[in-house]
C-alpha cells in the first residue's frame, strides 16, 4: 500500500426497508443502496481496493463510468495517475464526473476500436502502467466482497441476493463473501443481467464462458460487457443458483418502482435486481430477499425520459 495517509474509505452501504415494494411483490425485501457510496456507486469499493494494493503510479483501465470516476479518485487519493478509455457513447454525467476526479479520458467509438484494444495501445505507450479489469481483478474482487461481508452480516440475513451481472466483479464479490462467511447453503445469490446483454446466462448454460459478438446497447450500461472475466466465471458458475435475464421494459419498470415506491434515485443498471423479480416473480415469492442496487449515476435527461415515456 502507498505510504500515503488516506481518510477517504468506502463508506458501509445504506440498507432500506422497502414496505411498499414488499407489500406489492409479495416478499419481504430490503434494499442494499449503493446510490450513496462515494461516487455514486459500488465501483469506489473495488476502485479503492486497487489503488490502495498495486505500486504502480499510472493505472489505465476501460470503463462505462462509474469505475472509471471511481478509479479516477481513488488514485488522486493514492498519489497516482489515472487514464479510462470511455466510449464516446457514455452517459455525460460519467464522462465529466471521471474528469472531475483527476482521471484523463480516453474517448472511443467502440463500433471501430474496441476498449480493449485501446486500452493495449495505451498500456504499450507506457510499461510501467497497471492495467486494470473493472471486473477480472484480484482487488476489485476483494473490494466488492466488503458489501457482500455487510449483507451477510444483515439481521435477518436475507434468503436470497439478487445482484446485478456485467463482467461479474460485483456479482464475484458478493459469492465470494457468502462463501468465506459459510453461508453457501444457506444465502443464495441470483444474477440479474439484461436480456440484451445475456453472456452470463449463456454461460451458466453451457458451463463455459459465452461471449456477446459485440458490446451490447442495453440501457444498462454497466452491464456492456462483451464477456464475464475468468476470475469472476471462477466464482459465479459454482456459486449463483441462476442468472435471470431481464428484459428493457423490466428494467425501466424497475426504475420508476424505485422512484415512486422507494423514494430513490437508480440508474438503469442498479434496476436490474428489481427487474429480475418483476421479470421472474415465483422465483422470489416468499423469500426474504436483499436487492444491490448498485448505483444512481443517470444523466437527468435519460433518466427523466425513462421515467416519463
Known amino acids: 500500500m502507498s505510504g500515503r495517509t488516506v481518510t477517504t474509505k468506502p463508506r458501509p452501504t445504506t440498507f ?87 482521471g484523463t479520458v480516453d474517448l472511443v467509438d467502440t463500433t471501430k476500436t474496441p476498449r480493449a484494444e485501446r486500452v493495449a495501445a495505451l498500456a504499450d505507450a507506457d510499461p510501467e502502467a497497471y492495467v486494470a479489469s473493472a471486473y477480472d481483478d484480484r482487488w476489485v474482487i476483494e473490494g466488492n466482497a466488503t458489501l457482500g461481508d455487510e449483507v451477510c452480516q444483515r439481521d435477518p440475513r436475507p434468503e436470497v441476493i439478487v445482484v446485478p451481472v456485467g463482467g461479474g466483479g460485483l456479482a464475484s464479490g458478493i459469492v465470494s463473501a457468502v462463501r468465506a462467511a459459510g453461508l453457501a447453503g444457506s444465502v443464495a445469490v441470483v444474477g440479474a443481467e439484461p436480456a440484451l446483454a445475456n453472456d452470463a446466462a449463456r454461460s451458466l448454460r453451457e458451463g463455459r464462458i459465452v461471449a456477446n459478438e459485440s458490446e451490447p446497447q442495453t440501457m444498462a450500461d454497466g452491464a456492456r460487457t462483451l464477456s464475464v472475466g475468468e476470475q469472476n466465471w471462477a466464482l459465479l458458475r459454482d456459486g ?3 442468472i435471470v435475464e431481464v428484459p428493457e421494459e423490466r428494467i425501466v419498470e424497475a426504475l420508476r418502482r424505485y422512484f415512486v415506491q422507494a423514494n430513490l434515485k437508480v440508474e438503469p443498471t442498479g434496476a436490474l435486481a428489481l427487474g429480475a423479480i418483476l421479470a421472474n416473480p415465483e422465483r422470489f415469492s416468499g423469500r426474504r430477499t436483499c436487492c444491490v442496487i448498485s448505483g444512481g449515476n443517470v444523466d437527468p435527461a435519460v433518466y427523466a425520459r425513462l421515467l416519463v415515456d
Not at 16 to 39: H, K, N
Not at 59 to 65: H, P
Not at 75 to 96: E, H, Q, W, Y
Open 240 to 242: 449463483l443458483e441462476t
Open 16 to 102: 432500506l426497508d422497502a414496505p411498499r415494494l414488499s407489500d406489492d411483490l409479495g416478499l419481504e425485501l430490503v434494499l442494499a443502496c449503493e446510490t450513496f457510496q462515494i461516487t455514486g456507486s459500488f465501483k469506489f469499493r473495488a476502485a479503492w481496493s486497487l489503488a490502495a494494493n498495486v505500486p504502480n503510479p499510472h493505472v489505465i483501465a476501460a470503463s462505462s463510468g462509474n469505475f472509471g470516476q471511481a478509479l479516477a479518485l481513488a488514485c488522486k487519493l493514492f498519489g497516482k495517475r489515472s487514464t479510462i478509455v470511455m466510449p464516446a457513447n457514455s452517459a455525460r454525467v460519467k464522462i465529466d464526473a471521471v474528469r472531475t476526479n483527476g
